[in-house]
């Protein structure tokens, strides 16, 4: 008993004695690996002040961005103004819509409120020391009183719109005072590439002049739905109260006009939008001296070559843009360019977006002749095209009809009923009456062409690769085809052509 004792202490007096063994080990090597890195990185985190710190390449190169944003900020700051607006609108009265003006008097007296003032807040900034500020014209559109506030400045200035331009959401305003102004310096938005760093200066919901950073996250994003847009797409913070305001450079140069944001909440999610500044360095001078913008015009409505319609035309995704229609008596009607044709180039500008060819067309002065390179029917053709004026209002047709057929039964062809084109037919599906193709006039639910997404109002121009200008090629090419072959289907649909295969 007496010996099972001393083994037992035995037992824990060594344990112990190797336990302050390790000990005194393990406070020795710490205590070298400090000695060996000269306590920098215990520096480092123990002291905040940039003074102090042996900063590592990294930090260096973060404090540099930061001394960049600085340098932006502080030069730029006083040229970004606040603009609020206040505007009248008419003010719908359902008392008096459906019982009548005197309805309104008799039981709420007096007559019903026509009218109604709306307030509004945005940014801007100044272009040069005359005053004169640009900013995106919905800020400032149907405004009755429009007045600006500069930075650290208590007094308003009131303003007036010189001109707009609405395609772009651009809007160029004048302060009414006698000074000098400072003023930012334009940059050329075609040298950003995604990756840049991009730095925003506006009043988001009132706050005025708050700063946000990021980076450009798409140089030219035109599917939008736009038309002629090409946005910067930025992940910088944009918030509403922010549109009108600049997007600087790294230099501190304006390289676009924040505009516009996707959110699914109505705040910001990183996905903003700017036009780029060269739209508005060019459309600058036109408004100071005639208060609106005149717009080149081509004629056509272009699409995207997909993988889809690149499939149903053998040819490569975005190797062009697809000319779906083309408007008669147009600028490009009288070049020679037709419907079906994929446009590559444009005075030595490859295209792979129909953005691009809006934005190309409408930003080319009135009268000026365009080379166009363009692949029919696999063969490269060019035409030199004389720019127009685009005008407001719908597109220029003619009354030419010169199809003639008759309606096939449902069940001789995959469970659709087609016709030709007819002047009550176009009016209807929005089409030309000239159109050439055949018209989808019923489709069988339990059909094929069903399944494959053909619908009723599509007009069919191809089978095949073959063209389908009437009812006559229609019936010779099925004519020739079996019940077991597939067909590949071009179809135009309200002015955008598809290609659906049918198996």
Avoid at 213 to 228: Q, V, W, Y
Avoid at 247 to 273: P, R
Avoid at 383 to 400: L, Q, S, W, Y
């Amino acid at each position: 008993m007496i010996k099972n004792k001393k083994s037992f202490f035995l037992f824990i007096n060594l344990g112990l004695m190797f336990t302050l063994v390790g000990m005194v080990i393990s406070f020795f090597i710490f205590g070298l690996e400090r000695a060996g890195n000269d306590g920098t990185s215990y520096n480092a985190h123990a002291n905040t002040s940039s003074n102090n710190v042996d900063a590592s390449d990294s930090i260096k190169g973060a404090i540099l961005v930061q001394n960049a944003i600085r340098e932006v900020t502080s030069k730029n700051m006083d040229a970004v103004v606040n603009i609020s607006t206040e505007s009248t609108v008419a003010v719908p009265n359902m008392y008096e819509e459906f019982f009548g003006e005197e309805f309104f008097q008799h039981f709420f007296g007096g007559e019903a409120p026509k009218e109604q003032k709306r307030s509004s807040l945005g940014s801007g900034f100044i272009v040069d020391e005359e005053g004169y500020v640009l900013s995106n014209y919905h800020v400032v559109k149907n405004a009755t009183k429009i007045m600006i506030k500069l930075y650290n400045e208590e007094k308003e200035y009131p303003a007036e719109m010189v001109g707009y331009d609405e395609a772009y959401d651009l809007a160029l305003l004048k302060i009414d005072a006698k000074r000098k102004f400072p003023s930012v310096i334009l940059g050329d938005s075609d040298n950003v590439q995604a990756g840049d760093f991009g730095i925003a200066i506006g009043n988001p919901f009132g706050l005025n002049n708050t700063v946000t950073f990021g980076i450009i996250s798409s140089e030219a994003r035109g599917e939008l739905g736009m038309g002629i847009q090409n946005f910067i797409q930025v992940d910088v913070a944009i918030n509403p109260g922010n549109s009108g305001g600049p997007l600087f450079n790294i230099y501190g140069e304006v390289i676009g006009v924040n505009t516009m944001i996707y959110s699914t909440s109505g705040g910001n999610i990183g996905i903003g939008f700017a036009t780029p500044i060269n739209i508005a360095k060019k459309a600058i001078p036109e408004l100071r001296a005639k208060g609106k913008i005149t717009r080149g015009y081509l004629g056509i409505y272009p699409q995207d070559v997909d993988e889809n319609l690149a499939e149903g035309l053998s040819v490569e995704p975005y190797s062009g843009v697809y000319v779906s229609e083309v408007v008669p008596d147009s600028p490009a009607n009288k070049a020679g360019i037709q419907d079906g044709d994929i446009i590559i180039e444009i005075d030595d500008e490859k295209v792979t977006r129909a953005s691009q060819v809006f934005t190309i067309v409408s930003m080319t002065d009135v009268g000026k002749t365009l080379t166009i390179k363009y692949l029919r029917d696999g063969k490269l053709k060019t035409a030199r095209v004389k720019i127009e004026e685009r005008e407001d209002g719908g597109t220029k047709t003619d009354g030419n009809n010169t199809q003639n057929g008759t309606s096939i039964n449902p069940s001789n062809w995959l469970g659709i009923n087609v016709g030709p084109m007819t002047k009550e037919i176009a009016k209807k599906i929005n089409a030309r009456e000239n159109e050439k193709g055949v018209v989808v006039m019923a489709v069988s639910r339990n059909s094929k062409a069903y399944s494959a997404g053909l619908k009723q109002g599509d007009i069919i121009k191809g089978i095949n690769g073959k063209s389908i200008n009437n009812m006559k090629d229609f019936e010779e090419l099925l004519s020739k085809s079996k019940n077991t072959d597939s067909f590949t289907i071009t179809l135009k649909r309200s002015k955008m052509t598809y290609v659906l295969t049918i198996e």
